[in-house]
């Protein structure tokens, strides 16, 4: 392998300081907005279904910049997502085993 590929595509792969700071901040948003939703009177589906978007949205950045996985091939982000399904599938399972029991 040729050194000049090796450091051409780590610049590729390299993010910038100020996007970091940009997810951070977000984070640190969605954050205070979870914890804001914990002291809101509202039902608790509500408000289950919007903690569960918000901690969507922080995983899925976490996911793409802090791991990665935006600057990555498409075949990477297929096996992160297949495992996530797969993940949720073997919660599914259980949790359903779980609540059926006598």
Same mark, same amino acid.
Not at 5 to 11: A, L, P
Not at 81 to 98: M, N, Q, R
């Given at each position: +392998?040729?050194?000049?590929? /090796?450091?051409?595509? +780590?610049?590729?792969?390299?993010?910038? %300081? $100020? !996007?970091?700071v940009v997810v951070f901040v977000l984070l640190i948003i969605?954050? =205070?907005?979870? %914890? %804001? @939703?914990?002291? +809101?009177?509202?039902?608790? +589906? &509500?408000?289950? @279904? =919007? $903690? *569960?978007?918000?901690?969507?949205?922080? !995983?899925?950045? *976490?996911?793409?910049?802090?791991? /990665?996985? /935006?600057?990555?091939?498409?075949?990477?982000r297929v096996f992160f997502v297949f495992a996530i399904f $797969? @993940? $949720? &599938?073997?919660?599914?399972?259980?949790?359903?085993?779980?609540?059926?029991?006598?």
């Amino acid at each position: +392998m040729n050194s000049n590929n /090796h450091t051409n595509s +780590m610049d590729q792969h390299s993010s910038t %300081v $100020a !996007a970091s700071v940009v997810v951070f901040v977000l984070l640190i948003i969605l954050t =205070i907005a979870t %914890v %804001v @939703l914990s002291g +809101m009177n509202i039902s608790s +589906m &509500g408000a289950l @279904l =919007i $903690a *569960v978007a918000i901690a969507t949205i922080k !995983a899925s950045l *976490v996911a793409l910049f802090f791991m /990665h996985l /935006h600057y990555e091939d498409i075949i990477f982000r297929v096996f992160f997502v297949f495992a996530i399904f $797969a @993940l $949720a &599938g073997i919660f599914l399972l259980t949790f359903s085993d779980y609540a059926f029991r006598s």
